[in-house]
């Protein structure tokens, strides 16, 4: 910090608790390119992701990190989401960029709710 700079105070929500105060309206899709803390934000989501009004969910993740991709790939198919469409693009293909794709989970059926 140099002199003269000043701290400020944010106000953070999970996704869950923006829905619930109505800061935001109810998503139908949901992308996530947080780099690194993906599980944090989902964890803050458990009930918007079990809601069958959420149809997708588009998520970035370092493939390079195993345990923590197939805890998010877990986590979405328990709350009944399809197993991942894997996508990675081209243009990070032979740099340090291949491990990270992303992966889009769709609902495995819609419900009325």
Same mark, same amino acid.
């Not at 934000?41 to 970035?60: F, H, N, P, Q, Y």
């Given at each position: ?13 999970? +996704? ?8 935001? *309206?109810? *998503?139908?899709? +949901? ?27 588009? !998520? ?11 805890? +998010? !790939? ?5 709350? @009944?989401?399809?197993?991942? !469409?894997?996508?990675?693009? *081209? ?7 291949? *491990?990270? @794709? ?12």
């Amino acid at each position: 910090m140099r002199r003269g700079d000043s701290l400020a105070a944010i106000q953070t929500y999970s +996704i869950d608790e923006l829905i619930a105060i109505q800061a935001a *309206p109810f *998503p139908n899709h +949901i992308k996530l390119d947080v780099d690194g803390i993906e599980s944090l934000i989902l964890a803050g989501a458990e009930k918007t992701l079990a809601d069958a009004r959420l149809l997708s969910v588009m !998520v970035e993740v370092d493939e390079g990190n195993k345990r923590t991709t197939d805890d +998010i !790939v877990e986590l979405l198919k328990r709350k @009944g989401f399809k197993e991942p !469409v894997r996508r990675h693009s *081209p243009y990070f293909e032979n740099n340090h960029y291949l *491990p990270i @794709g992303n992966y889009l989970f769709a609902k495995t059926t819609r419900q009325s709710t």
